[in-house]
């Protein structure tokens, strides 16, 4: 960015902002008469675009050159009226508000040609729908259109400008072209009559005559000549003492190089249909223009009273009335004006109404002001004063909006400023329009006051009245030298834009646009004029003005390089004129000395809050201090801002594009970041709803299935009660299919009930319950049996190990999982070799007629003597109280749980135990070394049983254990290729178990 604003074209520097010698009136025009002659025809003063015409066709506003400058920042590129309309295009759709584009300049400076291409750029850059599309034709259309009746060959331009232009160009929110309005000032309607020597009437006359259509032409009464029609080549009279003092041959101009009429004529039709004219419309329309050509043929001659007769004229019934010829000529060169003045008008709202906006949703507006460019002839008439008078008007809107605001805004805004001098010509807008001593207030004066009014007689009131004024001379005020250049007729204004002289002949009848009571009535006008024209013409300015005041202005300053409308000419005092009336180096003055860009805090704050984390999304403060915050982020440094009293104020346009750019992306980060959210929002909301719809399958699916288990259970239980009521029924019977999952029932319930309820010895026969008949055989026999009562224990033993078992498992798990390496070996040991496990308990019931208690386990255990290792096969029982080793039926030793202090076993896959026991006694035996094949299961029990979950532990190398009091012993593990239990020379018991990789090898 920094780079292509400091960067310079081919010749000259591009923005007259970067001038080092910006004072100086001649480096000025040395840059644009350097870049005029490369065609580089535009430059800048900050956003001001000063444009240069170069009287020839450049190859810059190709459809290429349009899509280079759209939606590229103002100053990345070369100068271009396209970069200006696109700036202000994009200022009005991020701001909302609306524009003007001022295109200023003197006549045929390039004004028309200019607005036509902001026109042109916005008609291919605006989006496009076929309903836009219409729009846009309409809008383009409306050019030639207005042009042709509007536009006449003047000296000064071929094609020019005859009438005030303001176009409004509406915007809908996405930036779609979709109305637009025109208002039209002061038709110079005068031109229908006569034209200068080398001008022409509006092209319209010259189109119709070469272009139209042979049976246009025939109904019309037309011939395809235009020096047969006398407006279009005419004898001038002036009427200075209202006779006839001089001939010139005017007009007379039919053929001009630069314009086809045949071509433009087509054109028009073209245009005419687009514009939604109707047939009738466009038959009614050339009637007219035709009518007006037959007007100027019609020729009086006195009779003899004098009065004014038509000249045979076949086609023409003129009301006879006493009018002298020169009255009759002047009555009828008032119609001819009048009728091609309404007709213009009508010819405006007639595209308005096609323009017009149909959706009144929000809209935004640029309007584009092409109005007449400030002229002087060798003779000036009253239009010219009129159109000077508007361009003095409109050089007052841009220092109002320019030098005097800016300068004024500064000192509200409390910055610093030096002052920079200008010429306002407040005073010569003062000196036309003061009320009641204004020019035109001494004009209209004049018109309506009683009496003989004559154009000298306003002359001599002008003296009269403003004589001493600075801007204002006469013949007769003038000194010496300066009467010489001026008639007695004549006065002098001095213009913001240089001198002008007016003839006064004209002004009064001009001003009061009179229509003879009976030419009025003829053609059914039923208007009386109140106002005079230039009173309205003053009313219809300060409209002007007050809609341009409402919009944010822009500017193109248009500059005729040559009088000659040559290409490559490069005229120094006429460039150097202009530049000064336009006020071109007071704007730069001020801009350099100023800042490029100022906004109100709170508007700044909005646009670019989101660039700051403490601003985003919202600030607390005041607008001032987010700005300031917001800056301060940014990086601002102190000489390229000012914060004003409530605006910032920004020097330079790079630090402002450098926000915007970074605007930019953050706006498309936050955009996606809001997509995204909102995508999220969306998917989660379609989530929700299926899996809403999911659920509410499932609790039907879970309902229909859970009905039907029902069902299916209700079924089985029946089938289950009718098979229990059958199996009662058929109890006392033999077994049978019938009876036997009942009989099992009463068997189990019995037992179970047995279990609870055991008498508490042998000898108790009458304590015994009552067994059922399937069972009386066997509880008979128990009876009688003295190990009845262990059979019984073993059958329920038998019936309630699964579930002895199962808890087992939960247990060893959290005691011996992860710590001990055969662990995981062991677990599908726990439910295998029932009957062979529970056969030793049954016998080692037995030894409860010793034992104190009931056993509640018991195992096989290889048990290792204490004094020299001898394995010994023995069983381990544990009670309620106490663990017992047992040699068959004789107790070997026993172990009381409250003597219990540890358990050890190794880490390793060997099945090793060592029980600890307190022993002060030295008679009482030591520890016990241990070996079982279920050590899991059995540690576990005696855990369990004994209260002693926390006693184990799982050791590595070796494990110390008392001999008898005093004595100590080691058993030593490690693991090997196979297993051995040895002696070792060390006296330790070695044990040596099988690694668990090898094992599972
Ligand atoms: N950018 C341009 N490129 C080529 N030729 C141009 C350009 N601008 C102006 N011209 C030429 O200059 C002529 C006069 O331009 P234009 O009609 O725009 O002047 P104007 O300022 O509107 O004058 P007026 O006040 O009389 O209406 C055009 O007809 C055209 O020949
Ligand atoms: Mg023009």
Redesign the pocket.
């Known amino acids: 960015m920094e780079a292509s604003l400091t960067a310079r074209d081919r010749v000259g520097i591009q923005d007259f902002v970067l001038l080092d010698n910006y004072t100086s009136e001649s480096a000025f025009l040395d840059n644009l008469r350097k870049r005029s002659h490369e065609n580089l025809?535009y430059t800048y003063i900050g956003t001001l675009l000063v444009?240069v015409?170069?009287?020839?066709?450049?190859d810059i506003y190709s459809k290429k050159q349009m899509d280079t400058y759209m939606g590229v920042n103002f100053f990345e590129l070369p100068p271009h009226i396209y970069a200006l309309a696109d700036n202000v295009f994009r200022t009005m759709q991020s701001e909302y508000n609306n524009h003007f584009i001022l295109i200023s300049?003197?006549?045929?400076?390039?004004?028309?040609?200019?607005s036509k291409?902001i026109l042109q750029f916005y008609a291919v850059s605006c989006p496009s729908t076929k309903l836009l599309n219409n729009v846009r034709d309409r809008l383009l259309l409306s050019n030639p259109v207005l042009e042709a009746f509007g536009?006449a060959k003047?000296l000064?331009?071929?094609?020019?400008?005859r009438f005030g232009k303001y176009m409004d160009i509406q915007f809908d929110h996405q930036g779609g072209a979709v109305g637009g309005h025109i208002l039209s000032y002061l038709l110079e309607k005068s031109r229908v009559v006569h034209q200068n020597h080398g001008e022409r009437n509006f092209h319209i006359f010259y189109q119709l005559v070469e272009g139209g259509e042979e049976d246009l032409l025939r109904w019309l009464g037309l011939e395809r000549n235009c020096q047969h029609y006398r407006y279009l080549v005419q004898v001038k009279k002036n009427l200075l003492t209202q006779t006839i003092y001089s001939c010139l041959l005017q007009g007379d101009c039919a053929k001009v190089s630069?314009i086809n009429d045949k071509s433009d004529w087509k054109m028009v039709r073209k245009a005419l249909s687009v514009i939604e004219f109707s047939e009738s419309d466009i038959e009614n329309l050339f009637a007219i223009i035709a009518s007006v050509l037959h007007l100027g043929n019609v020729k009086f001659e006195a009779d003899v009273r004098g009065y004014a007769s038509l000249n045979n004229n076949q086609e023409m019934h003129w009301v006879l009335s006493p009018f002298s010829v020169d009255h009759a000529v002047y009555a009828r060169d008032a119609l001819a004006k009048a009728i091609y003045g309404r007709t213009f008008n009508w010819l405006v709202n007639k595209i308005n109404e096609s323009l017009a906006n149909k959706d009144s949703s929000r809209k935004t507006v640029i309007g584009l002001l092409?109005i007449?460019?400030f002229?002087v002839f060798n003779v000036n008439s009253f239009e010219q004063f009129c159109i000077n008078y508007c361009n003095e008007k409109l050089q007052q809107l841009f220092i109002q909006l320019t030098l005097k605001s800016e300068q004024e805004e500064y000192e509200m805004e409390g910055i610093e400023w030096e002052p920079v001098p200008y010429f306002n010509n407040k005073i010569i807008c003062d000196l036309v329009e003061e009320k009641h001593r204004g020019i035109i207030a001494l004009l209209d004066e004049e018109c309506l006051r009683p009496g003989e009014a004559t154009d000298l007689t306003l002359l001599e009131k002008m003296e009269e009245e403003i004589g001493g004024h600075p801007h204002f001379v006469t013949h007769k005020l003038a000194d010496k030298k300066t009467r010489k250049t001026l008639e007695r007729g004549d006065f002098r204004l001095l213009h913001y834009a240089g001198e002008v002289t007016y003839c006064v002949v004209g002004f009064l009848d001009k001003n009061n646009d009179l229509l003879y009571r009976n030419g009025k009535e003829v053609i059914s006008f039923n208007f009386y004029c109140k106002k005079q024209v230039v009173t309205q013409f003053k009313s219809s300015l300060v409209g002007l003005t007050e809609i341009l005041m409402s919009k944010e202005p822009w500017y193109v300053r248009?500059i005729k390089p040559n009088e000659a409308?040559q290409p490559g000419r490069f005229d120094d005092v006429l460039v150097r004129h202009q530049v000064k009336y336009l006020g071109l180096m007071e704007h730069l003055r001020v801009r350099r000395a100023g800042f490029a860009y100022r906004r109100k805090y709170d508007i700044f704050l909005q646009r670019y809050k989101p660039l700051c984390p403490d601003t985003w999304p919202n600030w607390r403060g005041t607008a001032a201090e987010g700005v300031q915050r917001l800056i301060k982020h940014l990086g601002y440094k102190p000489d390229e801002y000012k914060m004003g009293r409530t605006k910032i104020f920004i020097r330079h346009p790079r630090t402002l594009f450098a926000t915007e750019d970074a605007f930019q992306i953050c706006k498309h980060r936050l955009a996606t970041r809001i997509q995204a959210k909102y995508k999220g929002y969306r998917v989660k909301g379609d989530y929700l709803k299926q899996r809403e719809a999911a659920t509410k399958i499932e609790n039907c699916w879970r309902g229909l299935m859970a009905r039907k288990e029902r069902e299916k259970r209700a079924w089985a239980s029946l089938i289950l009660f009718l098979r229990f009521i059958k199996g009662f029924m058929t109890r006392n019977q033999p077994s049978c299919n019938d009876n036997s999952e009942y009989l099992a029932y009463v068997r189990t319930n019995y037992l179970t009930r047995l279990r609870d309820n055991l008498p508490r010895t042998v000898l108790e026969k009458d304590a015994w319950l009552t067994a059922p008949p399937i069972l009386q055989e066997v509880a008979d026999t128990a009876l009688h049996n003295r190990f009845n009562l262990l059979e019984i224990k073993y059958l329920y033993l038998l019936f309630c190990f699964p579930c002895f078992q199962l808890l087992l498992k939960e247990q060893t798990s959290s005691m011996f999982k992860g710590k001990k390496e055969n662990y995981p070996f062991s677990v599908c040991k726990l439910t295998s070799e029932l009957t062979f496990r529970l056969r030793p308990l049954f016998l080692s019931a037995v030894t409860s007629c010793v034992c104190v208690s009931l056993p509640q386990y018991s195992v096989p255990v290889v048990k290792y003597d204490r004094n020299g290792f001898r394995p010994r096969l023995r069983q381990l029982i544990f009670t309620q109280e106490a663990a017992y080793l047992v040699e068959e039926t004789k107790i070997k030793q026993r172990i009381d749980y409250s003597s219990l202090k540890g358990m050890s076993v190794s880490n390793l896959s060997d099945n090793f135990l060592i029980l600890h026991v307190t022993c002060d006694d030295i008679k009482q035996k030591g520890d016990l070394v241990l070996q079982c094949d279920y050590l899991f299961e059995a540690l576990t029990k005696l855990c369990v049983i004994a209260n002693k979950q926390n006693y184990i532990k799982v050791v590595q190398g070796s494990v110390r254990f008392d001999i008898q009091p005093g004595r100590e012993g080691f058993v030593d593990f490690k693991s090997g290729q196979e297993s051995m239990v040895y002696r070792a020379k060390n006296g330790h018991l070695m044990v040596v178990s099988e690694s668990t990789r090898t094992k599972s090898r």
């Open positions: 025809i444009s015409n170069p009287y020839k066709e450049l300049g003197e006549s045929g400076a390039g004004k028309t040609e200019a291409k536009n003047t000064k331009n071929d094609n020019s400008s630069s092409d007449y460019g002229e248009c409308k």
